[in-house]
């Protein structure tokens, strides 16, 4: 398990620390890449949107949840420059996708699918867990698993008074918020742990 503390890219007051941890199991039988991930979210968190499902419509995949309060997650292997993105909102609601390298030919990517996520709402407290599951049959081999996972962790919160907060392990740029960034990938894991 591998522990992470996310950064503001600017000074706020919407939450006093955003942690949490991620890890992976491999299983090669089955061929499914299991990442699962936590965060949790400690401050006034009455001062956040919290997307909720108000039409008791079927969660699932769904575009633009980035336009709320949003959690991320990154993924790319050792020498590879595709990689994937999820979106998850606390609807319930998310999406991943696949880039060809940086910020390019963006496709969803039904080979990554969210197989279960529970949020807690606690006074003063937010417990978000994902459990990802990766699952292309071509790609999940011994070779591929073999290579390192980079893996980048974000969180775009939204308050009341509609300004977004964006926190991410690192941050680049002092213009803009950047999670796409590779460079800010900064969580190594090896993949068949």
Same mark, same amino acid.
């Given at each position: 398990?591998?522990?992470?503390?996310?950064?503001?890219? %600017?000074?706020?007051?919407?939450?006093?620390?955003?942690?949490?941890?991620?890890?992976?199991?491999?299983?090669?039988?089955?061929?499914?890449?299991?990442?699962?991930?936590?965060?949790?979210?400690? =401050?006034?968190?009455?001062?956040?949107?919290?997307?909720?499902?108000?039409?008791?419509?079927?969660?699932?995949?769904?575009?633009?949840?980035?336009?709320?309060?949003?959690?991320?997650?990154?993924?790319?292997?050792?020498?590879?420059?595709?990689?994937? %993105?999820?979106?998850?909102?606390?609807? =319930?609601?998310?999406?991943?996708?696949?880039f060809?390298?940086?910020? !390019?030919?963006?496709?969803?990517?039904?080979?990554?699918?969210?197989?279960?996520?529970?949020?807690?709402?606690?006074?003063?407290?937010?417990?978000?867990?994902?459990?990802?599951?990766?699952?292309?049959?071509?790609?999940?081999?011994?070779?591929?698993?073999?290579?390192?996972?980079h893996? =980048?962790?974000?969180?775009?919160?939204?308050?009341?008074?509609? !300004?977004?907060?964006?926190?991410?392990l690192?941050?680049?740029?002092?213009?803009?918020?950047?999670f796409?960034?590779?460079?800010?990938?900064?969580?190594?894991?090896?993949? =068949?742990?």
């Amino acid at each position: 398990m591998t522990k992470f503390n996310l950064v503001p890219f %600017e000074s706020n007051f919407i939450v006093n620390s955003l942690l949490g941890d991620i890890s992976s199991v491999l299983n090669l039988q089955k061929k499914i890449l299991e990442i699962n991930i936590t965060f949790d979210l400690l =401050g006034p968190i009455d001062n956040i949107v919290w997307p909720v499902n108000q039409d008791n419509n079927q969660l699932g995949r769904k575009h633009d949840l980035w336009l709320s309060t949003c959690f991320e997650c990154f993924l790319s292997f050792d020498e590879q420059s595709n990689y994937f %993105e999820l979106n998850f909102s606390p609807s =319930g609601d998310w999406q991943t996708y696949a880039f060809s390298s940086y910020r !390019q030919e963006r496709q969803v990517a039904t080979h990554l699918i969210l197989s279960k996520s529970v949020i807690e709402y606690k006074a003063n407290q937010t417990c978000v867990s994902l459990n990802l599951e990766y699952a292309e049959p071509n790609f999940v081999t011994n070779e591929v698993f073999k290579k390192r996972l980079h893996i =980048g962790i974000s969180v775009i919160l939204k308050d009341l008074s509609g !300004q977004y907060h964006y926190f991410a392990l690192k941050h680049n740029s002092d213009t803009n918020a950047d999670f796409h960034d590779p460079k800010t990938h900064l969580l190594n894991i090896n993949s =068949g742990q």
